[in-house]
Each structure stands twice: as structure tokens, then as C-alpha cells.
């Protein structure tokens, strides 16, 4: 029984290991993604630093890159508490075998004074020619025979142990160093924070001098925004009718028999066809996993109504997400599709809008187009060029989805990064 529980601990232990061995590699992984992005992070705040006139904008990429490095602390911690436990696991480990080794050598120590006291060749003849009987010879002989194997076997179980106590430090002394590397590496990047939020006071700060302009220019901003949301409305409720009519027709085709529909065909609602209906599942299915409209960037503007980056007080809304990228970036299809409109928001800003069953999405913000209207498009397949503003030196690209004339939230489609 002892055995039995010996060797389930074992293999709870080891299994302990491996789960926190597997964890370990997963936050290492993590840590390093988000190292990356801090990296792309620290390249476009450069790059807009160098262009900006307004400060504002160089506050959403520090505001990011301070969550990342928020997001970085964490991971670190968590690594520390998970090294933590593998180093109490081994100590424990330790310390059981140093009292194994304890009961072993003093109980080999006993076997050797024994053994020496009776080490004469005469003294064991004697004990065999003792016997009373040919049976009992031969058991003493097997007894003297086992006897010895049972010191070497001692021996070397001695000897395992001490290697394994030998391996079992080795690995604590290697865990304590990568703990205490660890600790150093969160000290670091705390002080790097506290360094990136005093710089981003400094800007709000004077940002806030000139509260009533910008506030002006914001609420301007606010208006371009919601006339660009009634444009794209209006084209999506026009979709929607163009599909139900060709859904109809198809009907109608499918059974010239049947009695003509007078009813108005609905602008708000896709009738969905069998085909339809499994493209928009497909999408439905693929949600939290989509791509990225763009292969690198942020999300710089989250959806909904949301208080201003700088000005708390002022409440500013996004019927999608904003993410910035690098200048050059080409937009691309998170999802296959098919093209129903190329927009002409303004002389410098094109949209393109794809459906999906019953689904849209929206790639606004494209200084270039390289789709038109009825291609059949696939996944992260090239939609055109993302612009760059040439007074902030910024490079976003505006990204929608809609359930027919329902805005959905894109950051709960989106894998996360």
C-alpha cells in the first residue's frame, strides 16, 4: 500500500510539473507577443511624433502602449508566481530525498560495522559448517548470498539518490536565477511605465490649453463621422433590397407557376437563400477568430460611445473600430465574400463593403481600391491601400461589421492579439 501511494504521488507531481511546465511556455509565448507590439507600438509613435502637429494622437498610441506594458507586468508576475510553485514543489523534493539518504546511509552505516565484525572467511565457514543439516547450510548460504546483494543494492540506491539530489538543486539554483531575472525584468519595465505615464501628463497637459479649439475640432470630427455612418446605412439597406430582389427572381424562376409577391421587398432584413444562409453561418461560427483588416496595428479607437482620450467629459462615438498601422499597409478581407459596393466617401477616403450571408463588413479609410463591385474576394486577400494622413502623419483604417442594418462590436470578431 505504502508503494501504491508513493507512486501516486509521484504521478500527481510530475503531472503538476508538466501542467506548470505548459503554462510556463504559454506565458513565455504571450510575453513575447506582447514585446512585439510594443515594438510596432514604439515605431509608429516615432513615425507620427515626427509628422504630428497635434498631440492628441500621440496620446491614443502612448495610451496603448502603456496597456501593453500594463499587460507585459502582468505575464511577468504570473511567471514569477508559476516559477514560484515549481521552486516549493522542488525544495519539497529536496528535502524528502535528504531524508531518505539520511535513513539509507545510517542504516548502511549499521550494515558495514556488521559486516566488518564478521568479515573473517573462517567466521562465515563456520556459520555454514554450523549447520545442523545440508537444508539449513543451504538456507544460510542463500541468507549470506542475499545479504550481499542487499548491501549492493543499498549501495547503489544511495548512489541514485544522491544524483538525483544533485539534479534537484541544480534545477532550483537554475529556478532562482530566472526567478530573480524575472523580478529584475518587471522592475524595469515598471519604472519604464511610470517614466511613459509621467510623458503622457506632460502632453494632456498641454493639450488642455487649448481645450475650446480642439473640443471644436473634435465635435466637427463627431459630425464627418455620423454623415459617413447615414452614407454607409443607406448603401447597406440599398444591398440588402438588391439581394432580396435577386432572391426573389430566383424564386420566381424556381416556380413560374406560383403567384407574383406584391409585397415591398424589406430594406432592413436579408431573406436568406439555402447558400446564403451557410455563408452567413460560416461567418457566425468564425467569431473571436477573424484576421485583422490590416496584417500589423491596434485598435487605436474602440466601438461605441466612449469618453475622449484626453477629455473625459466629452463623449464621442464609433460605429466600428479605428486601428493604426504602418504607412503602406494594404487593407484586407477577414472573411470570403463578396464585393456589393466600392464607396467614394470623399476625394481622399474610399470604402469598400462586402457581404456575408446577411453579414457586411466595412473597410473605410482606403486612399486606393484594387476590388470593384461584384468580385468574389477571400480571406485576407488585398482590398486596396490604407491612407495616410499627411497632417498627422497617421495611418488608420476604419473597419465595420453589420448584421444587416445592425452595428456589431469587430473587436469581439477579431482573434486577439
Not at 503602406?328 to 466600392?342: P, Q
Request: glycine share 4%; net charge positive; aromatic share 6%.
Amino acid at each position: 500500500m505504502p508503494k501504491f501511494l508513493l507512486t501516486l504521488i509521484f504521478i500527481c507531481t510530475s503531472s503538476l510539473l508538466w501542467s506548470q511546465e505548459s503554462q510556463q511556455e504559454k506565458l513565455e509565448a504571450r510575453k513575447a507577443q506582447i514585446q512585439k507590439e510594443i515594438r510596432e507600438n514604439e515605431k509608429l509613435l516615432q513615425s507620427v511624433k515626427k509628422k504630428e502637429k497635434s498631440a492628441i494622437n500621440v496620446i491614443v498610441i502612448q495610451s496603448n502602449k502603456i496597456k501593453l506594458k500594463e499587460k507585459l507586468i502582468t505575464t511577468t508576475e504570473k511567471q514569477t508566481k508559476l516559477l514560484g510553485n515549481d521552486m516549493y514543489v522542488n525544495q519539497v523534493k529536496i528535502n524528502k530525498l535528504k531524508k531518505e539518504l539520511e535513513i539509507l546511509k545510517a542504516d548502511y552505516a549499521k550494515m558495514i560495522v556488521k559486516s566488518y565484525k564478521s568479515r573473517s572467511e573462517e567466521s562465515r565457514a563456520m556459520f555454514l559448517l554450523s549447520s545442523e543439516n545440508f537444508l539449513q547450510a543451504y538456507k544460510r548460504a542463500q541468507y549470506m548470498k542475499q545479504y550481499t546483494n542487499y548491501r549492493k543494492m543499498q549501495g547503489e540506491e544511495i548512489s541514485s539518490k544522491s544524483n538525483q539530489l544533485l539534479d534537484y538543486n541544480g534545477r532550483l539554483n537554475v529556478q532562482k536565477t530566472a526567478k530573480q531575472k524575472l523580478i529584475a525584468e518587471k522592475e524595469k519595465e515598471r519604472l519604464s511605465l511610470e517614466k511613459e505615464k509621467q510623458e503622457q501628463e506632460k502632453l494632456v497637459s498641454s493639450i488642455k490649453k487649448d481645450k475650446n479649439k480642439l473640443q471644436a475640432d473634435i465635435r466637427k470630427k463627431q459630425q464627418e463621422a455620423r454623415s459617413i455612418d447615414k452614407q454607409i446605412n443607406r448603401i447597406v439597406r440599398e444591398a440588402i433590397a438588391a439581394a432580396n430582389r435577386k432572391a426573389a427572381l430566383e424564386r420566381a424562376k424556381a416556380n413560374p407557376s406560383a403567384p407574383v409577391s406584391k409585397v415591398a421587398v424589406s430594406s432592413s432584413k436579408i431573406e436568406l437563400t439555402p447558400e446564403s444562409k451557410l455563408i452567413a453561418d460560416n461567418f457566425r461560427a468564425n467569431r473571436g477568430r477573424l484576421p485583422y483588416p490590416v496584417e500589423k496595428g491596434f485598435i487605436s479607437l474602440g466601438f461605441g460611445d466612449q469618453p475622449h482620450p484626453v477629455f473625459s467629459t466629452l463623449t464621442i462615438h464609433n460605429s466600428g473600430v479605428e486601428i493604426t498601422t504602418e504607412q503602406g499597409s494594404n487593407a484586407r478581407a477577414v472573411f470570403g465574400g463578396e464585393v456589393t459596393s466600392v464607396i467614394v466617401l470623399s476625394p481622399l477616403n474610399k470604402a469598400v463593403m462586402i457581404q456575408h450571408g446577411d453579414f457586411f463588413t466595412v473597410y473605410q479609410n482606403l486612399s486606393s481600391v484594387s476590388v470593384s463591385k461584384g468580385d468574389k474576394v477571400s480571406i485576407k486577400q488585398s482590398l486596396g491601400r490604407v491612407r495616410t494622413n499627411n497632417e498627422t502623419g497617421k495611418t488608420i483604417i476604419k473597419f465595420l461589421i453589420l448584421q444587416n442594418t445592425t452595428y456589431n462590436n469587430p473587436q469581439s470578431w477579431l482573434s486577439p492579439r
